[in-house]
């Protein structure tokens, strides 16, 4: 069974950075398809960033518009974690961030809904302080 989890969060400054991990065990499946999604208090749970491969060593980032140019999803598979590099951070950061995987072979590229996502972490909280 597929298991993610998240590490890394924290409290930062404005114009801080942060590096979140996620450790995926068990997730072999082809293509690769993960994504980090963020949850603010009183908004509603948000894509942040997608990362697909189709064969574990070349992939493709996309990203939600308010961080394109400061954040930047990869993935180790030598380590089987995924990483969310945030720089530049803003107040507007601020909310609790999940790693999610999807098992579906026929999943693709870009920005999904969360329903399209099978395994999810627990969470990391982020707060970014003005």
């Known amino acids: 069974q597929v298991q993610l989890v998240e590490s890394g969060g924290g409290s930062v400054q404005a114009g801080g950075l942060l590096r979140l991990s996620c450790a995926a065990s068990s997730y072999t499946a082809s293509p690769l398809c993960m994504a980090w999604f963020r949850q603010a208090p009183e908004n509603e749970r948000e894509g942040v960033a997608t990362i697909y491969s189709t064969d574990r060593r070349v992939y493709y980032a996309d990203y939600t518009d308010s961080v394109k140019g400061r954040f930047t999803i990869s993935y180790d598979n030598d380590k089987n974690t995924l990483y969310l590099i945030m720089t530049r951070l803003k107040p507007e950061d601020t909310a609790i961030y999940y790693c999610?995987?999807?098992?579906?072979?026929?999943?693709?590229?870009?920005?999904?809904?969360?329903?399209?996502?099978?395994?999810w972490g627990q969470g990391t909280q982020v707060t970014v302080s003005s």
């Open positions: 999610a995987a999807d098992r579906n072979r026929r999943c693709a590229r870009g920005l999904a809904p969360e329903s399209e996502y099978n395994y």
